[in-house]
């Protein structure tokens, strides 16, 4: 048999309040009953792959359940979700299950399904440990219940957590920021996510900031405050394995690494995006319509395109080069029949004159200098 190896995120579009610099799609203060309507949606969408010949011998790795927030679902929706999943997925192979939390969202009840359904790991979106900063991003949580939901996974038996934290927040100092990374250590988290704030236009945020109500730190700030961030997680004994995300040895996101590495993938629920048989694809957002779609047996998608071999090569560099170890260059002769430098010679070349770049004999890889300006050097590629 020729199973494929997939990886599955489910989306989950409800949050108890939308923040104000977020631009994900989320709706809030959704009742049970429209929950439990989604919930049905999200099970039904799975049977559409198959009936519409899409999915075959998958064998799925990676389960993550992200949002939005999906421990916003109520206890009866969040267990019939799994327990769903849970029958149609052959499980044996699951390697890492994450879901998604925000701090104020979990209950034992809650940690309890997920746990009894095999979840093991979570990631919570702190953001940050000052009063002053979570309502000034819109957070719906306060500081005490990120240290109440943090106890509660720890003593739940959760030995995989994962924190999320933001920098370049208006007037933030090095020494704050260095204080908000000394305070995530004191959780010991296994893996950090660490998010400079971008204004995202159409948000409340950017409102703020057209208004002159808000701002966020300039750019040279923002580059010290990434690179203390480095310097204090490394010394805290956290690998540096992508641009954004530190871990402790062997709790690297593997889902999250199935995507840099450009692996297929199956996106489900509103909203999500996933990459199966060498075709990317969005679901359509709109609840109503994502649901019509599938009570018609039909994939919800709103979006897709095909990639081709030469955009396949190009996103396995722009996605590689964000992993700290950079692209294997051997794995990419044997997927493509041509070396990197054949294809991308010219602009490794100019990239690794200006100390941004790497080509080792095995991996081709961003030098810290690189990382720092990742955005336009990837862009280069394209
Ligand atoms: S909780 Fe997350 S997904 Fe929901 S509004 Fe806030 S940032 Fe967006």
Redesign the pocket.
């Known amino acids: 048999m020729n199973e494929k190896t997939m990886g599955v995120y489910v989306h989950i ?7 104000d ?6 709706t ?1 203060g959704l009742g049970a009953p429209q929950q439990g309507q989604y919930v049905s949606s999200l099970l039904h969408e799975w049977e559409c792959y198959a009936a519409c010949g899409i999915r075959n011998d998958w064998r799925i790795e990676t389960l993550y359940i992200g ?3 999906p421990t916003v679902l109520v206890p009866a929706h969040l267990e019939r979700l799994l327990d769903g999943l849970m029958e149609r997925f052959e499980t044996s192979h699951l390697q890492e299950f994450t879901v ?1 939390a ?1 701090p104020g969202t979990l209950t034992e009840e809650k940690l309890k399904i997920l746990r009894d359904h095999g979840c093991d790991r979570l990631s919570l ?1 702190v ?1 940050s440990f000052d009063p002053f900063y979570l309502k000034w ?4 949580h306060d500081v005490q219940a990120v240290y109440d939901s943090w106890a509660m996974a720890r003593r739940m038996g959760w030995d995989n957590l994962s924190l999320d934290l933001m920098y370049g927040l208006q007037d933030q100092t090095l020494d704050h920021w260095r204080q908000t990374l000394q305070q995530a250590i004191e959780l010991q988290p296994e893996h950090l996510s660490l998010y400079q704030l971008n204004i995202e236009p159409g948000t409340p945020m950017a409102e703020r900031v057209a208004r002159g109500e808000a701002h966020t730190v300039d750019e040279e700030t923002a580059r010290q405050q990434y690179l203390l961030a480095r310097e204090v997680l490394l010394a805290a004994g956290y690998g540096h394995y992508e641009i954004s995300n530190y871990a402790k040895p062997g709790k690297h996101s593997r889902h999250n690494t199935l995507y840099w590495k450009n692996q297929e993938y199956v996106g489900m629920g509103a909203g999500a995006s996933g990459y199966i048989n060498r075709v990317r694809y969005t679901n359509h957002k709109d609840l109503t319509l994502y649901t019509r779609m599938i009570k018609r047996n039909r994939v919800p998608r709103a979006f897709e395109e095909t990639i081709d071999r030469e955009l396949q090569k190009k996103e396995t560099i722009l996605l590689g080069l964000r992993l700290t170890e950079g692209v294997d260059k051997k794995a990419y002769q044997q997927c493509f029949g041509r070396s990197l430098e054949e294809d991308f010679g010219a602009v490794i070349r100019k990239h690794e004159a200006q100390g941004l770049m790497e080509n080792r004999e095995d991996t081709l890889r961003l030098t810290l200098e690189g990382l720092l300006l990742s955005n336009e050097i990837l862009l280069d590629f394209f």
């Open positions: 579009p409800f949050c108890t309040t939308r923040c610099y977020c631009d994900f799609y989320s809030e949002g939005g927030t998604e925000n979106g953001q991003l819109g957070r719906s």
